[in-house]
């Protein structure tokens, strides 16, 4: 029988280890003390965190940067995601960009089982570290209920895995921190919805070339997988490599997410090499698109459609059905 500590090392050891190497690779490459001219996601993130901590407006702050030529864009997150960052904003900016993806990258080994820790590894992973994203986050809630209020900073994304893997904790999570961002910021939904009227690059994939096929995933719609799949088609988001950490959860063995893993990285390489970076992010996402659909969204809807085994009851998560740790084939 395990000792409490060698339980506590088993369980919490590498999340924590990863979170550190996480948190010294994001310190040491930042640019201390200002902010960059050209600012990662993760830095607009610190500055609206930045802006509730002392009591302003996080879309006035992203707007007044781009005036000074800091900022390219506006805050396109509702008000839920900069009352959940302003912990972080609290923080000097160096600080608190490399403590928030050190977090995420820590919650989500923590939530991973067994061999689906590999997921860290991928192609998507990667960039979300370079440039600080949500997706680790809202990736690790799948596994860690208590964690599902993350959901509601980034509903698009929040709704697909709600869908897949929804429990009471999420909804009553997402719920309070709903509540909460209208109690310290009550006008942020008409500040993000004048924010996203002029928004062309965020598109369900339903709507880009041969995104309909994904619907397909819905004929396996008892599977968790297949619904998260089917409601990511439909749900108008950014599809570039930080948003596939979702995806990367649908493989069913060892065999199957190291070949995945593999095709990430393949995708990754072809966007980042083939001069697809467009004028604008449309333009850019509509010229990733093809690689993203033949190389990672249509394999992941392969894996969810060639499913065999026998399902009475699906599983409520990643985490709770061991044969997601013991499948090798």
């Known amino acids: 029988m395990a000792t409490p500590a060698s339980a506590w090392k088993g369980r919490f050891f ?20 200002d902010l960059r001219p050209s600012a990662f996601d993760v830095d607009y993130f610190w500055v609206a965190g930045h802006a509730v901590a002392r009591g302003e407006n996080p879309y006035t702050a992203t707007r007044e940067l781009i005036g000074k030529g800091r900022f390219d864009f506006p805050f396109y997150y509702p008000g839920t995601a900069a009352v959940v960052l302003a912990p972080f904003g609290a923080l000097p900016h160096r600080l608190g960009v490399a403590l928030f993806t050190a977090l995420g990258l820590g919650l989500l080994t923590w939530s991973l089982p067994g061999w689906r820790k590999w997921i860290l590894l991928s192609a998507p992973v990667f960039e979300s570290i370079l440039i600080g994203q949500w997706s680790p986050w809202t990736t690790a ?28 904790k999420a909804l009553y999570g997402g719920v309070a921190t709903l509540l909460l961002s209208l109690l310290v910021l009550p006008g942020w939904p008409q500040d993000w919805l004048a924010t996203l009227r002029d928004t062309p690059h965020y598109r369900a994939p339903i709507l880009r070339p041969g995104g ?15 619904r998260m799949l089917g409601a990511l088609a439909l749900i108008p988001h950014l599809t570039g490599v930080y948003e596939q950490i ?26 980042y090499t083939r001069g697809t970076f467009g004028a604008t ?48 084939s």
Request: no cysteine; charged share 15%.
């Open 281 to 328: 992010i449309a333009d850019g996402l509509e010229r990733q698109w093809p690689y993203f659909l033949v190389l990672v969204w249509l394999p992941a809807l392969g894996m969810v459609l060639m499913r065999r085994d026998r399902l009475t009851a699906p599983p409520a998560r990643p985490g709770a059905d061991r044969r997601l740790d013991e499948g090798d």
């Open 246 to 271: 979702p995806l990367l959860l649908i493989p069913q063995s060892r065999r199957t997410l190291g070949l995945f893993i593999g095709l990430t990285w393949l995708a990754s390489y072809l966007v």
């Open 141 to 168: 809630a799948v596994g860690l209920p208590w964690l599902g209020f993350i959901w509601a900073v980034k509903p698009s994304i929040g709704l697909a895995l709600f869908a897949g893997w929804p429990s009471r």
């Open 14 to 33: 590498l999340p924590l280890l990863v979170g550190i190497i996480t948190f010294a690779f994001v310190w040491v490459g930042r640019e201390p003390p």
């Open 212 to 226: 309909f096929l994904l619907l397909l995933a819905f004929l396996r719609w008892r599977y968790p997988e297949a």
